[in-house]
C-alpha cells in the first residue's frame, strides 16, 4: 500500500510538472495580426481668446496676465488678489467655438489649490461655477457653432501675509457628450 502511495505521489508530481513546463511554453507564444492606423489632424474648433476682455488690464498689483499659445489652445493666467476679501476677476478671456458644429465642455481640475488662506476659488465660465480647491472633472454644457463663453476667476484670501499657490486644469471637449472624460 506503501508503495502504490509512493507511486501515485510520484506520477502526481511528474504531471504537476509537466503540466507547468506546458503552461510555460504556451505563454510564450504571441500571434500578431497586422492593423494599419491613420491620423488627420486639423485646425483646432475650440480655442481661448482675449480680444476684448480684462486680460492685460489693471490688477491689484501689477496686470491681469493671460497669456495664450500661439494657437490659442493653452492659456497662462496670472493675478494679484487682495490678501484679504474677495477678489472678482470678471471675462479674463473667452472659450470659442469657431465650427459649424456644437461642441460639449468640461473642465478637469487636475491639481487644485492647497494653500489654507485660500478659502475659495472658483473658475466660472459661462454661467457654470468650477470649485478650484478640489480636484474632479466638472461639465460645462456645450457651446454651439461660433458661440463664445465668457470666463471668471473669484478668489477669497484670509491671510494676515504675503502668499501664493497655484492649480492646473485642463479645457476638455468632444462632439458627443455620451460620457464624462476620464
Same mark, same amino acid.
Request: charged share 15%; proline share 4%; glycine share 8%.
Given at each position: 500500500?506503501?508503495?502504490?502511495?509512493s507511486?501515485?505521489? &510520484?506520477?502526481?508530481?511528474l =504531471?504537476?510538472?509537466?503540466?507547468?513546463?506546458?503552461?510555460?511554453?504556451? =505563454?510564450?507564444?504571441?500571434?500578431?495580426?497586422p492593423? $494599419?492606423i =491613420?491620423?488627420?489632424? +486639423?485646425?483646432r474648433p475650440?480655442?481661448?481668446?482675449? #480680444?476684448?476682455?480684462?486680460?492685460?488690464?489693471?490688477d491689484?498689483?501689477g496686470?491681469i496676465?493671460?497669456t495664450?499659445? @500661439?494657437d490659442?489652445? $493653452?492659456a497662462?493666467?496670472?493675478?494679484?488678489? *487682495?490678501?484679504r476679501g474677495t477678489?472678482?476677476?470678471h471675462?479674463?478671456?473667452?472659450?470659442?467655438? @469657431? $465650427?459649424?458644429? #456644437?461642441?460639449?465642455?468640461?473642465?478637469?481640475?487636475?491639481?487644485?489649490?492647497s494653500? +489654507?488662506?485660500?478659502?475659495?476659488?472658483?473658475?466660472?465660465?459661462? *454661467?457654470?461655477q468650477?470649485?478650484?480647491?478640489?480636484?474632479?472633472?466638472?461639465?460645462?454644457?456645450?457651446?454651439n457653432?461660433?458661440?463664445?463663453?465668457?470666463?471668471?476667476?473669484?478668489?477669497?484670501?484670509?491671510?494676515?501675509g #504675503? &502668499?501664493?499657490?497655484?492649480? +492646473?486644469i @485642463?479645457?476638455?471637449?468632444?462632439?458627443q457628450?455620451? @460620457?464624462?472624460?476620464?
Amino acid at each position: 500500500m506503501n508503495r502504490t502511495r509512493s507511486n501515485t505521489r &510520484g506520477i502526481l508530481m511528474l =504531471a504537476i510538472l509537466i503540466a507547468v513546463a506546458v503552461s510555460a511554453v504556451n =505563454a510564450a507564444v504571441f500571434v500578431y495580426y497586422p492593423m $494599419d492606423i =491613420a491620423a488627420s489632424w +486639423s485646425k483646432r474648433p475650440i480655442y481661448f481668446d482675449t #480680444t476684448g476682455t480684462n486680460a492685460g488690464g489693471p490688477d491689484l498689483s501689477g496686470t491681469i496676465t493671460v497669456t495664450l499659445s @500661439e494657437d490659442g489652445t $493653452d492659456a497662462d493666467i496670472t493675478v494679484h488678489p *487682495s490678501r484679504r476679501g474677495t477678489t472678482l476677476y470678471h471675462n479674463i478671456m473667452k472659450i470659442k467655438n @469657431e $465650427d459649424d458644429q #456644437t461642441y460639449y465642455l468640461w473642465i478637469k481640475v487636475n491639481k487644485a489649490f492647497s494653500n +489654507s488662506s485660500i478659502t475659495e476659488a472658483v473658475l466660472i465660465v459661462g *454661467s457654470t461655477q468650477i470649485n478650484l480647491r478640489q480636484t474632479g472633472t466638472t461639465s460645462i454644457g456645450s457651446i454651439n457653432p461660433n458661440g463664445e463663453l465668457s470666463v471668471s476667476l473669484r478668489l477669497k484670501i484670509s491671510s494676515s501675509g #504675503t &502668499g501664493s499657490d497655484d492649480a +492646473s486644469i @485642463e479645457l476638455v471637449y468632444s462632439p458627443q457628450s455620451d @460620457e464624462t472624460p476620464p
